[in-house]
């Protein structure tokens, strides 16, 4: 059966949102970015006034502001942007009811049972970007397709406000051309690779030898050579379907360099109070714990290791991610990024056998859903450990509602 897909993308998402708050900006170069003081200082989105002076994404505020001086930087507001990412899909929920995120401004649609109802598939991406921008004041780009990776080449082929149809008649004409990273999932490294081969296009991908990709990419080298035919089948979603959490981390880029285990300590804690309280808001408990760490000069390493039985007491998880720290840094540089996370989950009312020599771990269970509710109501800061408060500006950040992360999905 021939489907069609649709990948609407949201032009500048951001700083367009931000634009509606702020229409005086909208004539001067702006961009949304991270709190320079906290060193999170790189930009989110950017407007097309702010594009024509070479800002990119991911640069470095410093360094945009080298090229545009009259740069406008405002601090994002995930609350905003959260809160009209739902206003647009309530917008796509009137043509279908398969509607897969992939990410906070981008999402598939697959209409294959509205084209009765709606007119094609270019027909119904026209009419969902009128409506974005008569009905929510933003613009958007939509690709349309008979397959999701088609579909989101061509959002990106022609923006801002655009619809770009890519049949199974033309896509050999449209996508082949294209540089071999602009396909899904070609990163900086597998992309390196592929050119080391002569391989530079999608076309070169597609052409190429099913068998030599495998030997080169392993089995993801089939799977790459698959989208770059064509030959993608994945299906879309339905709205309010979630995917298994498979882990629960956070990471922050700290104030200040942290220069000695005091300084790991403090942060760590921060990280695994917030991480433990997300797996009990989700009912799981971690059976490993891993530590993501960067240096003043950007090496990164991560390291994870089991805990004796599953937990979500902060205490496990802190004491596990310094002992991996403890084992894996030797202090060659200062630390500028760390990361705690859960992964190996387990349904926390399940039953796990426990050990004849283990402490009970039911009292420490019980304080910490009992810190839960004081902080619910009095707020994140109104019950601390003592030791966070040796240093307020490096402990005082609250990841667990600060730093919203967004799934992005593609294999069901």
């Not at 690709?143 to 990106?156: P, R």
């Not at 294209?178 to 070169?204: H, Q």
């Not at 009992?370 to 902080?375: C, E, K, N, P, V």
């Amino acid at each position: 059966m021939n489907r069609t897909i649709l990948h609407v993308d949201l032009n500048s998402y951001y700083a367009s949102v931000e634009g509606l708050y702020h229409p005086e900006l909208r004539d001067r170069p702006m961009a949304v970015g991270g709190d320079v003081e906290a060193r999170h200082g790189i930009i989110l989105a950017k407007n097309n006034l702010a594009k024509g002076f070479g800002i990119k994404t991911g640069e470095v505020i410093w360094q945009a502001r080298q090229k545009c001086p009259d740069l406008v930087c405002l601090p994002p507001d995930f609350r905003k942007y959260l809160r009209f990412s739902k206003l647009a899909r309530a917008i796509y929920a009137d043509y279908t009811d398969r509607i897969e995120a992939f990410g906070i401004d981008e999402c598939w649609l697959d209409v294959t049972g509205s084209l009765g109802l709606f007119g094609d598939g270019a027909r119904i991406a026209d009419t969902i970007r009128a409506r974005m921008r008569e009905e929510l004041g933003i613009t958007a780009s939509a690709g349309v397709s008979f397959n999701k990776i088609f579909a989101k080449l061509g959002s990106d082929i022609k923006k801002p406000d655009a619809t770009t149809v890519i049949s199974k008649e033309n896509f050999r004409e449209l996508v082949w051309p294209l540089p071999v990273g602009e396909l899904l999932y070609v990163g900086r490294s597998t992309k390196k690779k592929l050119e080391n081969r002569a391989i530079f296009t999608i076309g070169d991908l597609a052409r190429r030898d099913v068998h030599a990709l495998r030997l080169l990419l392993g089995v993801w080298g089939e799977t790459l050579w698959h989208f770059a035919n064509g030959l993608d089948s994945a299906p879309v979603g339905h709205a309010g379907e979630e995917s298994f959490i498979k882990s629960v981390g956070n990471s922050t880029t700290t104030p200040r360099d942290l220069m000695n285990e005091e300084d790991v300590k403090m942060t760590v804690f921060v990280l695994a109070e917030s991480v433990a309280a997300r797996l009990r808001r989700h009912g799981m408990k971690c059976r490993t714990v891993a530590i993501h760490v960067r240096n003043t000069e950007l090496f990164t390493f991560e390291r994870q290791g089991k805990i004796p039985a599953p937990s979500f007491v902060s205490g496990d998880i802190a004491g596990k991610a310094m002992d991996l720290f403890r084992e894996h840094y030797r202090w060659d540089k200062p630390i500028r990024s760390i990361g705690v996370r859960g992964a190996d989950l387990v349904t926390a009312s399940g039953h796990v056998q426990l050990d004849l020599f283990d402490e009970d771990k039911s009292e420490a269970e019980a304080l910490e859903r009992t810190i839960d509710g004081i902080r619910q109501r009095f707020g994140p800061y109104s019950l601390q450990r003592c030791a966070l408060l040796q240093d307020r500006k490096l402990t005082g950040f609250n990841p667990k509602d600060d730093h919203v992360i967004h799934p992005v999905s593609f294999f069901r």
